[in-house]
């Protein structure tokens, strides 16, 4: 419900107090939580947000947990993306990491930090996109905290089970270190549409209004889509190792090498990349496709077989290349076998 | 390990990559983390921090959820607090939620917002200071996430189970809304050292140096301790309502009575304080008392044989008043049964 404290012509959440806030802003995700999926019948909620923490009921079985926080002016930026989209991303990113380990979004909690001068609107619109993202891929909100900061941010932490809890054989989790010489590497489906998206966002108005191959982009880079479906198909399915692609694929695909202990030899005529990014950036798109982050494809490696039977079920999934024996590093080729040195090798928060 | 990147003489974390540097902190962790309780058998970890989640396995039954903000210069202050304090306050703020529910904390992420200009060895002392804490009262740290911010934040998110998951009875989380008329307030230990300690500190040199009374209020400000193990005992003997005092006895114990649809008359001279806050401000000590948060004792309501049994077996609960039929207050009486206006009336983030 509303904090019924709250002046009608409230143009700041400044008077809010911090229990008001959040059960307001639960409230708004409660009612545009509309769950497209499968229900969580396994892992009854026993108590939402309003306690000192929420509580639930669920089998046994694995367990995955992890946070993603975003900052403003550094992960996201109010001027090119709307309160609602940077609400669907905070969630996007945690669904994705969930999704490759194969496993359901479940359970959320949002920290907030919030400079005081947000407007309520802006903040129901957050709250809104979470919804979204929650209804289309799994999970739900149900606890929150808010606090005062000189910065806005938004801090997601994500709980996901192996499944649904009803009469499903739990999976084990998908890892980066279970890349084995021999293995293909696949990516679930085209890199570079969120990097692109971006890019255009970043340099003015988009071309082409909100039609056309920028309207696009700039799409995918508002609502990425995190491929949890088929993360569970894969983890299901056999596949040992997966990793998202939030910071690039020669930065992730170099997690996995490290991780694996093993080479990674990709053909960049493979790579799928989405058909927008060439048509608009003719001379940038392999950076943009190789170094973009946050499109959310997942790269996994399994047997030629696994990766063929992925295919038939999930028709996206293209191999683009082999884990190797060797030193980890990431080796990029052309189509005269030549190495391709792309400009851009993902992103790192604290990098020089 | 440490990021074999890193300069021996680096001064901040700035040229750190965040993989690196997540990897390094949750290094000091493992290393500091000597678990004191007993060992979370039933709820092996699978996988621990560096892939896109944590994983365990556990049994079937009710988990909790919580999540904490802290943000520098509002929730913490390294001029008169140490890193190492501030990392146990990090961790302690939802140990203490897992502890009202009457579970036992078990695994955490931390998402950390940095300037770019911390040192290293701050970061390294937070995250001693967050093993500390969790080897005491128990939990671990698991993952996290590093994020460029204009202000240094700290997020941690919590998860606990009902029991170690070996041949325990799985315990209902206890909430807020379970106070019935007739039942008792009680309190499982003194109120307002936290609070005195923090005036203290913010009022310039602590008087006395570093031993006496005033240094026993900074010890309650910088390592507060959640009542885990009290809580734990509560819940798996009938106790269905409690709270931790995280905003202070009068706004919680409030929230307490809105959830349940009763009020509380407490009396001031049953309320147990911490002897040095007296002796410290003789004026004061009734408003930092009543109104002071962030000690993390717990408040509960149960039947008057229930407490004394919690009595029994943990004899710093005392028991401060009544839950009575009526319109949701708290109502505080004075030795005369007159009432008693406290002026601090708990923290709340955005109240005007």
Redesign the interface.
């Known amino acids: 419900m509303f904090d019924p404290g709250m002046p009608p012509n409230e143009k700041t959440?400044?008077?809010?107090?911090?229990?008001?806030?959040i059960e307001r802003l639960v409230s708004v995700f409660d009612r545009n939580f509309r769950p497209e999926g499968e229900p969580l019948d396994g892992l009854a909620l026993?108590?939402g947000n309003?306690?000192?923490?929420?509580?639930?009921?669920?089998?046994?079985?694995?367990?995955?947990?992890?946070?993603?926080?975003?900052?403003d002016?550094?992960?996201f930026d109010l001027s090119y993306s709307t309160p609602a989209d940077v609400g669907w991303r905070s969630m996007v990113s945690c669904q994705?990491?969930?999704a490759?380990?194969g496993?359901h979004p479940t359970?959320s909690?949002?920290?907030?930090?919030?400079t005081?001068t947000e407007s309520p609107d802006l903040l129901d619109d957050l709250y809104t996109g979470m919804a979204q993202a929650c209804s289309r891929f799994g999970g739900r909100v149900?606890?929150?905290?808010?606090?005062?900061?000189?910065?806005m941010?938004i801090?997601v932490?994500m709980?996901?089970a192996a499944s649904h809890g009803v009469g499903e054989t739990a999976a084990r989790?998908m890892?980066?270190?279970g890349a084995k010489p021999g293995d293909v590497i696949a990516l679930t489906g085209p890199l570079g549409g969120s990097a692109g998206g971006l890019k255009l966002l970043m340099s003015g108005p988009v071309p082409g209004g909100p039609s056309g191959q920028g309207a696009t982009l700039v799409q995918a880079h508002r609502r990425p889509e995190p491929a949890v479906t088929t993360g569970v198909w894969l983890a299901a399915n056999g596949v040992a190792c997966?990793?998202?692609i939030s910071d690039g694929l020669t930065a992730d695909l170099g997690?996995v090498c490290r991780?694996s202990g093993a080479a990674a030899v990709i053909r960049l005529a493979e790579v799928p990349v989405e058909p927008a990014l060439r048509a608009v950036f003719p001379n940038d798109w392999v950076d943009l496709a190789l170094g973009g982050g946050e499109g959310y494809q997942l790269l996994f490696t399994a047997s030629a077989e696994v990766v063929e039977a992925a295919r038939a079920a999930y028709p996206a999934i293209t191999p683009i290349g082999k884990v190797v024996a060797g030193e980890p590093q990431v080796t990029v080729l052309d189509e005269n076998d030549e190495q391709v040195k792309p400009g851009i090798t993902g992103f790192?928060?604290?990098?020089?």
Chains 1, 2 share one sequence.
Do not use: K, N
Request: charged fraction near 15%; glycine fraction near 14%.
């Open positions: 959440v400044s008077r809010l107090s911090e229990f008001g806030l026993v108590l309003g306690d000192d923490a929420a509580a639930w009921e669920g089998p046994a079985g694995a367990t995955v947990f992890t946070c993603d926080a975003m900052v002016g550094s992960h994705s990491d969930i490759a380990m496993f359970y909690t949002v920290s907030l930090g919030l005081g149900v606890g929150g905290d808010v606090v005062r900061s000189g910065t941010f801090s932490a709980v996901g989790p890892t980066r270190s997966a990793s998202d997690r991780a790192e928060h604290f990098s020089t």
